[in-house]
């Protein structure tokens, strides 16, 4: 049977609730469809390391956020190349970005959303 998922503007404004409470800094950089959209998250710790990440689904529960793996060389210049071609190709993807204090506060953030 399949689950019934959240709308994306309710798990949008969850992420960026759940950031604040963890001491995070949450924005939008791209609105998408309210509905269906899909999700990427741009993460940052203290303004740096940046890192995307996106919600796929589990075959055995539920959504998990995975990491998209690019090159370090240059990374900002590629994850900006990256959401240029995603927007291109789903107009109706969302961007969120969060700016967090640890990666550990990141991963609370993200379990409080499953």
Known sequence: ??????????????LIRQAEAHGAF??????????????LLLRREKG?????????????????WTQITMEDI???????DYLDRRA?????IWV????????ERFTAILASMN
Do not use: Y
């Not at 049977?1 to 969850?14: D, F, K, N, T």
């Not at 740096?48 to 998990?64: T, Y």
């Not at 240059?74 to 900006?80: F, G, H, L, N, R």
């Open 1 to 14: 049977m399949i689950e019934p998922r959240l709308a994306s503007h309710i798990l949008v404004s969850g």
């Open 26 to 39: 949450a924005a939008v950089l791209r609105k998408g469809d309210r509905t269906a959209g899909a999700i």
């Open 48 to 64: 740096q390391n940046p890192a995307l990440f996106e919600r796929f689904p589990s075959l055995d529960g539920p959504a998990q």
């Open 74 to 80: 240059e990374i900002e210049q590629k994850i900006s």
């Open 88 to 92: 291109g190709r789903d107009p109706d």
């Open 96 to 103: 969120l970005e969060l700016d967090v204090p640890s990666a």
